[in-house]
């Protein structure tokens, strides 16, 4: 498989992108918790802004590791931010019916950062 230098830096950027995005997406759960606009979820609601968070971190040590060109640790946090958007994508799709499709982006993410930082 070819090398590309820049591509692992590329995929560092767009977690760091995904970092933000969670932050926000539990930022605004936290604000609507706190002015309690759905009194009868707060158990759902607290959940979701934990995993939000968790996901946040994970993809800003994914997308750091990746612009610092840390291999095992990229493969590493790819597996794991993979991994745990895998197994959201298949509970939205079996609890809500649903289909995510940010959660198969970061599943494909995952993926594209642990392939790259292999052939590096």
């Known amino acids: 498989m070819p090398k590309y230098p820049g591509l692992l830096k590329f995929w560092g950027i767009i977690a760091i992108l995904f970092a933000i995005l969670y932050a926000i997406v539990g930022s605004l759960l936290l604000a609507g918790e706190a002015n309690n606009l759905l009194p009868d979820y707060e158990d759902a609601v607290t ?13 800003l040590i994914l997308g750091i590791a990746c612009l610092a060109k840390k291999l095992v640790l990229a493969k590493v946090f790819g597996i ?25 982006v ?6 594209s950062v642990l392939v790259t930082a292999k052939t590096e």
């Open 47 to 59: 959940i979701i802004i934990v995993i939000a968070y968790g996901m946040a971190l994970i993809s």
């Open 106 to 111: 970061a599943v494909l993410l995952g993926v």
């Open 80 to 104: 794991i931010f993979a991994v745990i958007s895998l197994v959201s994508l298949i509970s939205n799709q079996l609890s809500a019916d649903t289909f995510s499709i940010f959660d198969l």
